[in-house]
Nanobody
């Protein structure tokens, strides 16, 4: 059974930092491209950052230079370091494995106050 379990969300002031983690199990973590998506109230879910099995990364323009995605294959952990957070980053953040038609976590709430 595939599981993706996120943690690390919370409430932070604008300009602050948070680090999200996602631990995967039940599949070959190291062979899958992984990603973080987010969904703000009333908006569609959007891709925030992704990392290939070979650790090539890509980011949506709005988070470039502020967020860093990384993976640790021995511990099946995907991370998202979020710095210089803005109120516009407020959303539920989801961990994804293999693309939008594959595996999802339950989401973790990130709230950035102004």
């Amino acid at each position: 059974q595939v599981q993706l379990v996120e943690s690390g969300g919370g409430l932070v002031q604008a300009g602050g930092s948070l680090r999200l983690s996602c631990v995967g199990s039940g599949y070959a973590f190291s062979t899958y491209a992984m990603a973080w998506y987010r969904q703000a109230p009333g908006k569609q879910r959007e891709l925030v950052a992704r990392i290939t099995s070979g650790s090539i990364t890509d980011y949506v323009d709005s988070v470039k230079g502020r967020f860093t995605i990384s993976r640790d294959n021995p511990t099946n952990t995907l991370s998202l370091q979020m710095n210089s957070l803005e109120p516009e980053d407020t959303a539920v953040y989801y961990c994804n494995a293999g693309g939008p038609h594959y595996y999802w976590g339950q989401g973790t709430q990130v709230t950035v106050s102004s």
